[in-house]
């Protein structure tokens, strides 16, 4: 089945399945058996609706467990060496400890993170690491005290991932065989 949040399948498939049945608004006050009959009728005329007009569903699934930290861990000094270069430094050459997420989120994707703000789980997880090592209470670093500090933050969600791997799912539609008008078919995520 389709991802029925999808406004096409549910614009294209699931209400036109539904009001065929005969159902143009909820109905509240039914028995256990009506409900099972209805519901039985409706996923029917999805099901052969689905049969007429096939649809490609993408499904994804990403599970972040701690590994790929791990690995960047081992062949790390190139990656934190790129985002250091990368980074605005004072006169003395240090980094305002502000720039301690720009570099996670830089070092994130060869670590395999996410970037910072696309998986909520995983932010929560940095934030509360963050608060740990105080890594947001201001001051400057000098290359070697952030280096340490990123592989500190590195360590720590390794750690917090191996003991409670995130895992993300998604289903999109991205193909429908009977479609004839292109414009009103677009993936959605």
């Known amino acids: 089945m389709p991802p029925a949040s999808d406004p096409w399948v549910m614009e294209k498939i ?43 569903v993408a499904h994804s699934k990403k599970i972040y467990d701690g590994k790929s930290i791990q690995k960047f861990v081992k062949k790390k000094d190139e990656a934190l060496q790129t985002a250091w270069k990368s ?3 004072d006169p003395r050459g240090t980094l305002p400890r502000e720039y301690l997420r720009v570099a996670l989120d830089m070092i994130g994707p060869p670590a395999g993170l996410p970037p910072l703000g696309a998986v909520e789980q995983v932010d929560g997880v940095v934030s509360e690491i963050f608060k740990m090592v105080e890594a947001d209470e201001g001051g400057v670093l000098k290359q070697n005290e952030f280096n340490n500090l990123v592989l500190q933050i590195l360590g720590s969600l390794m750690l917090q991932l191996e003991g409670n791997p995130i895992t993300v799912s998604s289903n999109a539609l991205v193909k429908s065989s009977q479609n ?3 414009s009103d078919f677009l993936p959605h995520l």
């Open 14 to 56: 699931v209400k036109p399945a539904a009001e065929s049945c005969g159902f143009r608004e909820l109905i509240i006050n039914v028995s256990a058996e009506e409900f099972v009959e209805a519901l039985r009728s409706v996923v029917l005329e999805v099901a052969s609706r689905l049969e007429k007009s096939p649809v490609t």
């Open 87 to 89: 980074l605005p430094k």
């Open 180 to 182: 004839d008008d292109d």
